[in-house]
């Protein structure tokens, strides 16, 4: 985490001030509340990066804590990926793992207090006259026909309530603050509703649960969290999330908010993510083309390169639309300084080298990566026949086309120079070339100094290993999917970003990694190995691209439009 230490913005300046006047002692202690309703996505490891980030830079504590007060919503698996999650970024919140749920008993306390203190009541309108009578930005809320039963009555019916002995809906409790306040959230908020539902944790225990307004605040008092950071959508809230603490006369933290990561060409809401993974729009909360850390890991995304983006771009206090080719970009500049280099032909076209020794195998030395001395060498097959990339030939080569094409030289990544002299066509096609090589040249340098203007990479034809290669690219064609009102964003969905390459052919010292290692293959990209990988089929995933071409797509498609 030493890339995060040194970071300052305005969330970092409260911290000092806090800690120059000596306020909450000089503690720091945030932490990070999933709810375990989908899985993490880019924006949470934002808020992870700061929280746990906060916590390492001043010594302090950060605490997970999920926010499990909606069990419609709420399952195990949710919890194990976070956690999951926030291991693989590389944080830990060692015996900091906390649930609301770990505090319904002192959270209906609390109700109780706030009844007995005339500041809460149970309502028995529908949730459509309560929504009606709240009023709008510019005309005040109407006051409940029950907003005066008496201390005893809501007491008695609260209790009733969490026996059971109501239906879904049938009451709530609220709290009694202002109806005519310009700040709607202040407007008597629900603070508990009936919901017959078991909990992943308390199973059948209740029948009422707090919601996040009321919770939130009380979990951070109880934790003795310092500084509540937020999302700016949570800025509104902030005067409740004062007033419910400030009523009970509890530990009071602090709540900042901070402009929340919007990614360009993707969704971050886990309402529309989750939509997308059960309509099966795309496979599985960690589909590589999903912003989910999950999604992300998979594609071969590190856990640094995530950090190093998150530290980037900043925290701010407007939202803001960020590129998702500055995401791309920090995948790269991570990658190219630390991930190995092998060779792989994604499209094949076979090459034979008629003056190569018939039935001959030598071991080509190649360097593991340019970037890392220590990362060392490795030895690559080469023999009579190989493969190389059908893009590397043009039987009518343009003008400033440097690679195969019949009569001309070129040089092989880290073995020899051939020559193309004759090409196999079949149904008008070219499967094979036919090429000289000059045995002078092993290494690819030639004694004579001559130069040739291209270098091409390959694989040996007998010793390559099948691979199945799947390319991703960005899940929408929009930049902002969910910018328009008369579009549907599942709409927008790039029917390109998914595409499967089978009878890829890739060098044999591929066999030796493992699930999700990430390596560049030369001149093509970054990738890693799929976690679905077996025996007998390696499958492998594409990172991203050596260069940013989503513009020159992006403007074809338009253009198609």
């Not at 109780?112 to 005309?139: C, M």
């Not at 308390?202 to 109880?222: M, Q």
């Not at 060779?343 to 076209?349: A, H, K, T």
């Not at 690219?473 to 008369?486: I, N, S, V």
Request: aromatic share 12%.
């Amino acid at each position: 985490m030493d890339n995060i230490e040194k970071q300052n913005d305005f969330i970092r300046e409260i911290i000092n001030n806090d800690i120059k006047t000596n306020k909450y002692n000089g503690r720091v202690h945030t932490r990070f509340p999933p709810e375990p309703n989908g899985y993490l996505h880019i924006g949470h490891a934002k808020s992870i990066c700061l929280n746990f980030g906060i916590a390492d830079q001043y010594n302090g504590l950060c605490n997970l804590r999920f926010d499990d007060t909606n069990p419609s919503k709420e399952e195990t698996e949710y919890v194990e990926s976070i956690k999951d999650n926030i291991r693989w970024l590389g944080f830990d919140w060692n015996d900091r793992l906390y649930f609301a749920s770990d505090y319904f008993n002192q959270m209906y306390e609390y109700a109780i207090d706030l009844i007995k203190k005339g500041k809460a009541y149970v309502d028995d309108q529908t949730p459509e006259d309560i929504s009606r009578n709240r009023g709008t930005f510019t005309e005040a809320g109407n006051e409940s026909p029950f907003r005066n039963r008496s201390i005893e009555e809501n007491l008695s019916l609260f209790e009733q309530m969490k026996q059971g002995i109501f239906k879904d809906g049938e009451k709530v409790l609220r709290a009694k603050i202002d109806m005519t306040h310009p700040n709607i959230n202040m407007r008597d908020p629900i603070i508990y509703r009936i919901l017959h539902a078991s909990h992943h944790r308390t199973g059948d225990t209740w029948c009422i649960y707090p919601t996040y307004d009321w919770a939130h605040g009380l979990e951070d008092s109880i934790e003795k969290i310092t500084h509540s950071i937020c999302t700016l959508e949570f800025e509104n809230h902030r005067p409740l999330y004062d007033w419910f603490l400030e009523q009970l006369d509890v530990y009071r933290p602090q709540q900042i908010e901070f402009a929340r990561l919007n990614l360009s060409y993707t969704v971050m809401s886990k309402r529309m993510l989750k939509e997308l993974v059960d309509e099966k729009h795309v496979n599985g909360w960690d589909d590589p083309r999903l912003p989910t850390i999950s999604g992300m890991r998979r594609r071969g995304f590190s856990p640094s390169s995530i950090q190093n983006f998150c530290k980037k771009i900043g925290i701010a206090k407007a939202n803001s639309l960020i590129d998702y080719g500055f995401l791309e970009h920090s995948v790269r500049d991570d990658l190219n300084k630390t991930a190995l280099r092998f060779m792989g032909v994604l499209r094949p076209l076979k090459v034979v080298i008629d003056n190569y020794p018939e039935g001959q195998v030598e071991e080509l030395e190649a360097i593991n990566n340019p970037e890392d001395e220590s990362a060392g060498k490795r030895n690559i097959p080469f023999s009579k026949e190989i493969y190389v990339e059908q893009t590397d030939f043009m039987e009518e080569p343009y003008k400033k086309f440097y690679r195969l094409s019949i009569g001309r030289e070129v040089r092989l990544r880290y073995g020899y120079f051939i020559t193309c002299t004759d090409i196999v066509k079949e149904n008008d096609k070219v499967v094979t070339l036919h090429c000289t090589y000059d045995p002078e040249t092993k290494g690819g340098y030639a004694p004579d100094n001559r130069k040739v203007k291209s270098t091409i990479h390959w694989v040996s034809a007998d010793q390559s290993i099948d691979a199945e290669i799947h390319l991703y690219d960005r899940l929408f064609t929009e930049e902002d999917p969910t910018g328009h009102d008369f579009y549907d964003f599942k709409d927008l969905l790039n029917p390109d970003s998914h595409k499967v390459l089978k009878d890829c052919k890739v060098e044999p010292n591929i066999s030796n990694l493992k699930a999700f290692d990430r390596f560049q293959f030369e001149r093509l990209g970054y990738f890693c190995i799929d976690p679905d990988t077996t025996n007998n089929q390696i499958i492998i995933n594409r990172t991203v691209t050596l260069r940013d071409s989503w513009k020159k797509i992006q403007k074809q498609f338009k253009e198609k439009k």
